[in-house]
């Protein structure tokens, strides 16, 4: 079972869907142990990153998540999700997030079109099982205004220019982030699912 965590920022529909698609068995949750025992958790996002962080804290999963990305459980964060995985925003005056990933999230330069919204490129920099037998370079959709700026570029995945080149995947161990939408990004977009998927069930057979 994939749990998808529901705090009221998420595209829980779409994210749902498209892991159905793909063969999996999905439950939106917003329960402690559901989450904790779950075969992988996504935590997809929509809007912005401080409101995102107190509504985590409202519902009171952040110890939940820390415990199972601890235990290797597969997690994958979507948008405001994967952005949310790392140290703190410049978005709201500034907020702390997540922490498992050391590194900023920065606003886009301000002579960009804000938000970056629609079809953008990415270039897969380093193996990995997330991104597997996929296109490189591939195509996804995007719409956001902020972009994680990681410590250690050992974490990056794939990358996209928008102005500047920037991580659009990222990875270590169990836990992955991915700034683009792949429930609306075609075939493409739901093999990374799959893949996701994928490292799952191999982690389930450990």
């Not at 960009?112 to 099982?129: A, C, D, H, T």
């Not at 169990?174 to 739901?190: R, T």
Request: hydrophobic letters at 35%.
């Amino acid at each position: 079972m994939i749990s998808v965590i529901d705090y009221g920022m998420g595209n829980l529909w779409s994210v749902s869907k498209g892991l159905e698609k793909v063969g999996a068995s999905v439950k939106i949750t917003s329960d402690k142990d559901d989450i904790l025992s779950s075969g992988g958790v996504i935590l997809p996002g929509v809007g912005a990153f401080h409101r995102a962080m107190e509504n985590l804290n409202k519902i009171n999963i952040i110890p939940a998540i820390l415990e199972l990305i601890k235990r290797g459980v597969p997690f994958l964060g979507i948008c405001v999700g994967h952005q949310l995985l790392f140290s703190s925003s410049e978005e709201g005056g500034g907020c702390e997030g997540l922490g498992v990933f050391k590194g900023k999230v920065r606003k886009f330069n301000k002579n960009l079109r804000i938000p970056q919204m629609g079809w953008n490129e990415v270039k897969v920099i380093s193996e990995n099982p997330l991104m597997k037998d996929v296109s490189n370079p591939l195509y996804m959709y995007f719409a956001h205004s902020y972009y994680v700026e990681p410590e250690d570029r050992d974490c990056i995945l794939a990358e996209t220019e928008y102005g500047i080149n920037y991580a659009s995947v990222v990875g270590i161990n169990n836990v992955y982030g991915l700034q683009f939408h792949p429930e609306k990004s075609s075939e493409q977009g739901l093999k990374i699912l799959e893949n996701f998927c994928t490292i799952c069930s191999e982690v389930r057979k450990d």
